[in-house]
């Protein structure tokens, strides 16, 4: 007599392969091909077809064995951890009040400088391929990672361009500053500049000289 749906099961042919019980209806799909010659199982009773593409209707999905269930702890844990990290990091910005900026600059520079992206972004990856996209979508943290990660990524991106703009009149205003060249009344020593014939509060000549000699 065949044995009860419960009793079947998928040998793994090593150690490192998952077992595959026998789904309850096992005996109700119809192993044959599709008018291409494609390999089909068709349910007996309502009809219903898989095709190549699909996964073999008379199993469950696989068990994870040992291996993979520590892995998926691990990936799990990670991406706990990145979520957290990246999360406060965001709120710790965005509560600190824009003026004056230097509080905000300090958190930015935490975001700048620390791996919370990189952890939240490994953990996401490492999840999309321990998972099935089924089950990465009905995971409401993977899904929140997700999220979460992308807004991070943009707060950073913000955050380097702010940093570069900054730098950016820094420099500017050292080579103002190294530029501009102050002159002087040799009569009443009050500032003159290049376009001044006469000075504006003695009347006396402003001679040439005074700009050659500064400017070598």
């Not at 996209?133 to 943009?154: C, P, R």
Request: aromatic share 10%.
């Amino acid at each position: 007599p065949p044995l009860p749906p419960a009793a079947r099961f998928l040998p793994p042919p090593n150690a490192q392969r998952n077992l595959r019980f026998a789904v309850h209806d096992f005996d109700q799909w119809v192993e044959g091909t599709d008018k291409d010659g494609c390999q089909i199982y068709t349910h007996a009773l309502h009809g219903h077809v898989r095709t190549v593409d699909d996964d073999d209707p008379r199993w469950e999905p696989p068990e994870d064995n040992d291996q993979v269930k520590a892995a998926k702890e691990r990936i799990d844990q990670d991406l706990a951890m990145g979520l957290y990290l990246c999360t406060s990091l965001m709120e710790d910005y965005y509560n600190t009040p824009e003026q004056p900026d230097h509080d905000r600059r300090k958190v930015m520079e935490k975001i700048l400088k620390g791996t919370a992206l990189l952890k939240l972004s490994t953990a996401i990856s490492a999840a999309r391929t321990a998972y099935t996209e089924v089950q990465f979508q009905e995971n409401d943290m993977f899904t929140s990672g997700e999220e979460v990660m992308h807004q991070f990524q943009e707060l950073l991106n913000y955050g380097k361009w702010q940093k570069e703009e900054i730098e950016q009149k820094r420099i500017g205003m050292l080579s103002i500053d190294k530029e501009k060249k102050i002159y002087h009344c040799p009569s009443c020593n009050y500032e003159v500049t290049r376009s001044d014939k006469y000075c504006k509060t003695c009347g006396s000549k402003v001679p040439r000289y005074i700009f050659t000699a500064l400017a070598t």
